[in-house]
Each structure stands twice: as C-alpha cells, then as structure tokens.
C-alpha cells in the first residue's frame, strides 16, 4: 500500500466550484505540504503544516485554504475555483527526526491533475 | 526571495556521463536536495547535501559548492529508465521547506 494517498486522482470542475483535494499519509510524520506543479514548471509551496495545530503559507496561498484534521490527513481547498487554477497538485510528507540528522527528504503523493474549466 | 536556475533540458545517449547544474539565490541556506520525476509520477527523493563536497549514490553523485551556491548532479552509465525531470531544492535553516527549481527534463537516447 502507498504510504502517501491522495484523492481523487484526476477531477474536472467548473470556474467558481468549491473543490476539496485530500491527503492521507501512513508514514506517521507530522510535516504535511501542499504543491502544485504546472507544465514545464518546478513545485511550488501552497500551504504546509509542521503538526496538527501549526498551518503555515507557501509562496502562492492566494485561492486557496487548508485543514489539518489530524497527524494522517492534511486537505487542500479551492474556494471558488479559477481556469489559472488548473495544474496538477502533489501533497508530501516528512520527517522532523530526519531534520536533526540534515536530510530534507519528502515523501510525495501520486498527485491529483485538477482540470478547471 | 528564493530562486533556482537549472538548464531546462539535457539529451545524451546511454553510458554517458550528465551534469546538472544548479545555482541557487537564497536568503538562508540549509542544505540542497534533488528530486527525480517520470512523466506523470511524483518527484521522488535522490540525493542532499548540506556541506560542501561530493555525495555519491550508486550512478548518481550531487555535489555542493556553499561559497559559490551552486550544486549539481552527475548521472553516471545512463540508462534508458533515467530518462526524466530533475529538480533541485533548497531548504533555508528551519524545518524541511523546500524551493524548487524549474527542473530539467533530461532524454536518453539509444
């Protein structure tokens, strides 16, 4: 089983739609983030949560809202859904204890292509 | 502000030897990481280096210069299945968020 699930996998949606993308992790880390990949481009930070009571914003929060329900499952919204939105969106997950030793891995989920229209 | 530049695309044919270059613009500076992505997978972690010098992996070794901030990845014996996208990271000196550079989608021919 992956260690890091993400739903759905693919979802076409209207402008203006409100849409929740969720991710779930069984790796029990606590640092859950929030990317979106467009074509050709590199990640890019949305939102990230360091535990269950901290959400902090990446560089491009604008349109978009976060939930942390619990250590497992971190949730991603689009309030009101825009073409420029359209992207495919990856959540990952990391490790503190792997911090102390000076590696910044992430664990990346199979991604969510969200089509915008 | 953060920013990353990497070639945008590198073609070379099996067996040979791939240099990634990354040069990095950062107001912190943790450690450099790099990430492998196949077409329609996720970015999955290769190699990280906080201190300056060589880190070997198998085929793939990254290398960091602090003084310089610049790093780069050294695919060795290419294979067909290496073809694909490589980011580099940075990470600034609290926690494990990471900026990505644009990638660069390397093609391996026969």
């Known amino acids: 089983d992956a260690d890091v699930t993400q739903t759905p996998r693919n979802r076409i949606t209207k402008t203006g739609k409100r849409i929740m993308l969720e991710c779930s992790q069984t790796?029990?880390?606590?640092?859950m983030y929030w990317y979106r990949q467009d074509p050709g481009l590199g990640l890019r930070l949305i939102y990230y949560s360091f535990d269950v009571k901290d959400i902090n914003k990446g560089e491009i929060s604008d349109g978009y809202s976060v939930s942390r329900q619990a250590q497992a499952k971190f949730s991603l919204s689009l309030e009101s859904a825009i073409p420029n939105q359209t992207a495919l969106y990856f959540c990952?997950?990391?490790?503190?204890?792997?911090?102390?030793?000076?590696?910044?891995?992430?664990?990346f989920g199979p991604g969510t292509r969200l089509t915008v229209l | 502000g953060q920013s990353l530049e990497q070639p945008s695309e590198v073609t070379a044919v099996e067996g040979a030897i791939v240099q990634i270059n990354c040069t990095y613009q950062?107001?912190?500076?943790?450690?450099l990481s790099w990430y492998q992505q196949h077409d329609g997978g996720a970015p999955t972690f290769l190699s990280y280096?906080?201190?300056?010098g060589l880190e070997e992996t198998g085929r793939f070794s990254s290398f960091l210069s602090r003084s310089d901030s610049y790093g780069y990845l050294l695919l060795q014996e290419l294979q067909m299945k290496d073809s694909a996208s490589y980011f580099c990271a940075v990470s600034k000196a609290a926690g494990n968020k990471l900026t990505f550079g644009g990638g660069t989608r390397v093609l391996v021919k026969p």
């Open positions: 990952a997950t990391s490790d503190p204890g792997q911090a102390f030793s000076n590696t910044d891995t992430q664990y």
């Open positions: 950062t107001s912190g500076f943790y450690g």
């Open positions: 790796k029990g880390h606590d640092r």
């Open positions: 280096n906080a201190l300056d």
